[in-house]
């Protein structure tokens, strides 16, 4: 079966799950996965739990936020860099004026009710 090679960023925490490839606050990986495999697919194969999941960036578009996870179904292409970060991380600082969102995030904000995210922010163990 083809491959694909990715560019993969695991920011805050996060970054343990990059085995030796951490340097603690953030972590790289290159990894090769099944051509078609998706953003859960990958997130399976780097094991990172849903709970401690934050925002999801792939080439630099917005696709997931806790709670509105649009895109786990997203087919990850040849080349893609995705990054993660975990719940308690910062906005990056290089979107501080907005992010681009992926075409499926975009319908599930128009999908909400209030079509919208309001704060997100949440203590260590609560939902």
Do not use: C, K
């Given at each position: 079966?083809?491959?694909?090679?990715?560019?993969?960023?695991?920011?805050?925490?996060?970054?343990?799950?990059?085995?030796?490839?951490?340097?603690g606050?953030h972590?790289r990986?290159?990894?090769?996965?099944d051509?078609?495999?998706?953003?859960?697919?990958?997130?399976?194969r780097?094991?990172?739990p849903?709970?401690?999941?934050?925002?999801?960036?792939?080439?630099?578009?917005?696709?997931?936020?806790?709670?509105?996870?649009?895109?786990?179904?997203?087919?990850?292409?040849?080349?893609?860099?995705?990054?993660?970060?975990?719940?308690?991380?910062?906005?990056?600082?290089?979107?501080?004026f907005?992010?681009?969102?992926?075409?499926?995030?975009?319908?599930?904000?128009?999908?909400?009710?209030?079509q919208?995210?309001?704060?997100?922010?949440?203590?260590?163990?609560?939902q």
């Open positions: 079966m083809a491959t694909i090679h990715l560019e993969i960023w695991l920011y805050g925490p996060l970054a343990r799950y990059a085995g030796g490839g951490s340097r606050s972590a990986l290159d990894l090769e996965l051509e078609g495999s998706t953003l859960e697919d990958l997130l399976g780097l094991g990172v849903a709970e401690e999941r934050g925002i999801i960036f792939v080439n630099g578009n917005l696709a997931s936020l806790p709670g509105l996870e649009a895109d786990l179904g997203l087919a990850l292409e040849n080349g893609d860099r995705v990054g993660f970060f975990h719940r308690r991380s910062m906005w990056p600082f290089q979107y501080r907005g992010a681009r969102l992926t075409p499926q995030l975009q319908e599930a904000f128009r999908r909400r009710e209030d919208g995210v309001r704060h997100a922010y949440t203590r260590s163990g609560d």
